[in-house]
């Protein structure tokens, strides 16, 4: 196998995995290094990344950070079983995609916008994204084959990314277990030893206390939750 | 017949996806406008809202996209103030959620183009017909296809409709394109104004009882702007321009998405138009190298050629963006010469064409036709002839 797109740093300004003429897996296939294979051979592979390189990292993406669909919670707890296989995997998740102000806390999160500085201060080798929004998966992915050392991989319930290492599609939670087994067999093939563990929690969020919550909290969107004057609210959803 | 709350009747429809209603659901053959094919088409789309500013030609579109409103096949359809308006309204309709339709021509475009150049960046769905039209000044309402110059480096999927048929096609697939998933930007569908929009052609159609299904905003690459799908703080659009915190690779690799996206219609144009060419004596010496009314003039003097046993080939090119380069690289590989007839004085599609092949210098440069002149035939002829070493009596 040729491979198209490998780990970086690619460079001040390459080209797109498209633009090299990487074309999306069709459905019933997966991407490795940007040839189309079976999910099994790619899944196959990011599994030896992440158990073999440093500090594998899950990021979740929007979409399976909130219980917001019917699938989506059976998804999430896939993905806590195949943190808790993967040794020392972290968890750091990429909540919403708006630039970070005045700087990010590279400990607690990711963002598509500049997710090279996470990658590098956390000296992730290996990661995998679940659950981002396709347009924000494709940003972020280019940004870190251009800027790191790291392997990518991308578990999209879409059509997959062209710019990871190993992508997956049509992604559901039996294909995230699927993925878990393999990593299982190929940490046994490898010899590592691993009890089933939960990632640590995240280190830098603080403890939510909602007890003291005001409107001014709300800032610009306080206008939503509060009345106007002389309005009376009887129901709500 | 039951009624929409606002009065409107509200006919049933059957939804089926594109595949089918494209290429298997029976059709009967009407002889309509392509006006009437461009709102015929938005009938079958089951699009949630048009909005418009109307102009000539595209104020017949718009008008019969109203009576298509009136009729209930299309929830919500308002006239906005003018074209920058209309073009940013589809924007922020967009973050609804919603399936999108409108249309303008030549001098409109321009006024909103500040708007529509946005509507890729924004990953904005949306169906946009161009009927063309002059670009002032002098203020002229006759068709020049000039327009499509400034729209073809936006990022926009383009398709150029050759007559009536095309017309409705190319904007019944418009719909299904720009909705993939790994497309997700506007798609144009472009046709020349008069020449086509107020001119009657067969248009084989399927029931009107037939509808697209419907628009899916949770199967997006952006999050839709819903505060009722949480989380509801999540911004679509990250204000990448404040560049004193951001990285400039962050706007240089979303153009590349951009153009990526653009560059993945290409299967689908495939898949719903049979490809973004068509191609008629592949083996000739000569080809000429057609896009929209100009390909019906083009297809003409193919047929003339072919009486006289001349070695001409044509080649409709069907997407102007993303521009079938591979296909018609292909094709010409062995051509001794390329005409290249056109409705606008700048030949943007001679170029195209040029800095597609190897050998530019085999491209003859026109003829061209602007300001609403009409494209004779035997203008072409004219080329063939020389390109073959031959005499012809051009008598106009």
């Known amino acids: ?237 | 017949m039951s009624y929409l709350d606002d009065g409107r009747p509200q006919p049933v429809k059957k939804l089926v996806d594109m595949d089918y209603l494209l290429n298997e659901a029976p059709r009967e053959k009407h002889f309509i406008t392509g006006a009437q094919a461009m709102a015929e088409a938005v009938k079958r789309a089951n699009v949630d809202m048009a909005i418009a500013y109307p102009i000539t030609p595209q104020s017949e579109v718009m008008h019969l996209v109203g009576d298509v409103f009136a009729q209930g096949h299309i929830k919500e359809y308002y006239r906005a103030e003018e074209e920058l308006g209309t073009m940013s309204a589809i924007a922020g309709a967009s973050r609804a959620g919603v399936r999108l339709f409108t249309a303008t021509s030549g001098p409109g475009l321009m006024r909103g183009l500040e708007a529509i150049v946005s509507w890729s960046g924004h990953r904005v769905p949306a169906v946009l017909g161009i009927l063309t039209r002059v670009i002032n000044a002098p203020l002229s309402i006759q068709p020049d296809n000039i327009e499509m110059a400034y729209m073809m480096h936006c990022g926009a999927v383009m398709l150029h409709a050759e007559n009536q048929q095309d017309t409705f096609d190319f904007t019944l697939a418009a719909f299904a394109i720009a909705e993939k998933v790994d497309v997700y930007i506007p798609v144009a569908v472009a046709t020349e104004g008069f020449f086509v929009t107020h001119a009657k052609g067969y248009v084989d159609m399927m029931s009107e009882d037939l509808g697209y299904l419907d628009f899916d905003s949770v199967a997006s690459p952006v999050p839709a702007m819903d505060n009722e799908t949480p989380p509801a703080r999540i911004q679509r659009d990250a204000p990448v321009q404040k560049s004193n915190f951001m990285s400039y690779l962050i706007h240089s690799v979303w153009q590349q998405e951009i153009w990526d996206s653009n560059k993945r219609a290409m299967k689908y144009i495939y898949q719903y138009l049979g490809g973004p060419i068509e191609v008629q004596n592949p083996e000739a010496d000569v080809f000429i190298v057609a896009s929209g009314c100009a390909a019906a003039q083009a297809r003409e003097a193919w047929r003339y050629a072919q009486e006289d046993g001349l070695s001409v080939g044509l080649i409709k090119v069907k997407a102007i963006r993303p521009f079938p380069a591979d296909e018609i690289r292909d094709v010409v590989k062995n051509a001794k010469a390329l005409i290249v007839p056109e409705h606008n004085i700048i030949g943007w599609l001679c170029k195209e064409i040029k800095a597609t092949i190897p050998n530019g210098g085999i491209v003859v440069e026109g003829p061209r036709v602007y300001g609403g002149m009409t494209l004779p035939v035997e203008l072409i002829m004219k080329e063939i002839h020389d390109a073959l070493g031959l005499e012809y009596d051009l008598q106009l």
């Open chain 1, 1 to 237: 196998m040729t491979k198209i797109v490998t780990e970086g740093p690619a460079g001040y300004m390459p080209d797109s995995a498209p633009m090299m003429g990487v074309e999306l897996a069709p459905e019933g296939q997966a991407l490795l290094y940007g040839n189309v294979v079976t999910p099994e051979e790619a899944m196959r592979d990011a599994a030896i990344a992440l158990l073999t390189k440093d500090n594998p990292t899950i990021f979740p993406g929007p979409q399976v950070l909130w219980d917001w669909k019917e699938d989506v919670a059976e998804k999430s707890a896939a993905i806590l079983d195949l943190a808790s296989e993967i040794p020392n995997c972290r968890i750091i998740p990429m909540p919403d995609y708006r630039p970070k102000y005045p700087k990010i806390d590279v400990k607690a999160e990711i963002n598509p916008n500049h997710p090279n500085l996470t990658i590098l201060d956390n000296k992730i080798k290996a990661c995998v994204f679940v659950g981002v929004h396709c347009h924000y998966a494709n940003l972020t992915l280019r940004m870190i084959r251009a800027g790191t050392d790291c392997y990518t991989v991308a578990l999209c319930a879409y059509m997959g990314h062209e710019e990871a290492m190993a992508s997956i599609r049509d992604l559901h939670a039996s294909d995230i277990l699927r993925f878990k087994e393999i990593v299982i067999e190929e940490r046994d093939k490898l010899g590592i030893k691993w009890e089933t563990t939960l990632p640590p929690e995240n280190p830098s969020l603080p403890k939510e206390d909602n007890s003291t919550l005001s409107p001014a909290d709300y800032g610009e969107y306080r206008s939503l939750i509060i009345s106007r004057k002389g309005e009376h609210v009887a129901e709500v959803e």
